[in-house]
């Protein structure tokens, strides 16, 4: 079976199209061009079309790659999402992990196993309640596996994943956007083998942002 690892080529497709979108926006258009953040702050419309065009980038990929967990890709029309939503995009305050059991194991759905570093506590608000989040460190990636209220129902059972670099960790604060969650490779195809959300991991409220789950695309 494939290791399903935290980064997967449909999410560094879309990392490159962001980059490459802020490349061209920064340096081909003048000063007067804004971060990706400053447009999600005063220009949500714009926010809201960078995002569906990453998800058509994302389809397309599905739909034509060769590394696409797809396997049928002529009956491949389009991954299902939440409409995109600022109120999902949240700065997290971080807690760093204190205790002396920093290692975690962590079960893959193939019921093999991989070492994780317990990194810091991802404090946040949602819908006016706080909430608590487990950051784990993997091969020079911070990553958040988590499950929440939609789980199994609206998303993917086995959870859905938030990547991040070690240069998006601000201090002691963390951007958290919700709309850009994804679910593994493993929901698509069997072959392939996904870390599983730890037990902390696990949200009783709803988190309708990012990736759905629809079983129709298999």
């Not at 493993?186 to 991991?201: G, Q, S």
Request: glycine share 6%; proline share 5%.
């Amino acid at each position: 079976m494939f290791k399903n690892k935290i980064i997967r080529w449909s999410t560094i497709v879309m990392v490159m199209a962001i980059l490459a979108y802020f490349f061209i926006e920064t340096f081909s258009s003048g000063p007067e061009r804004k971060s990706f953040d400053a447009i999600a702050a005063v220009d949500p419309e714009e926010y809201v079309a960078q995002i569906n065009q990453q998800r058509a980038e994302k389809d397309e990929t599905f739909r034509t790659s060769a590394d696409s967990p797809i396997e049928h890709k002529n009956h491949f029309k389009a991954l299902s999402y939440f409409a995109p939503d600022l109120d999902y995009r949240v700065t997290a305050s971080l807690t760093p992990y204190d205790g002396e059991d920093k290692e975690l194991k962590i079960t893959y759905t193939d019921g093999t196993s991989d070492t994780y570093e317990r990194y810091a506590w991802a404090n946040f608000n949602i819908e006016g309640l706080q909430q608590r989040l487990l950051l784990l460190k993997h091969e020079g990636t911070i990553s958040l596996l988590y499950r929440d209220g939609t789980t199994g129902d609206e998303t993917y059972g086995g959870g859905r994943y938030l990547d991040f670099t070690l240069d998006d960790v601000k201090g002691d604060s963390l951007l958290i956007d919700f709309n850009l969650a994804y679910n593994p490779y493993c929901a698509y195809n069997p072959t392939y083998a996904c870390p599983l959300p730890p037990a902390e991991n696990t949200l009783k409220v709803p988190i309708r942002a990012g990736e759905k789950y629809n079983a129709e695309i298999h």
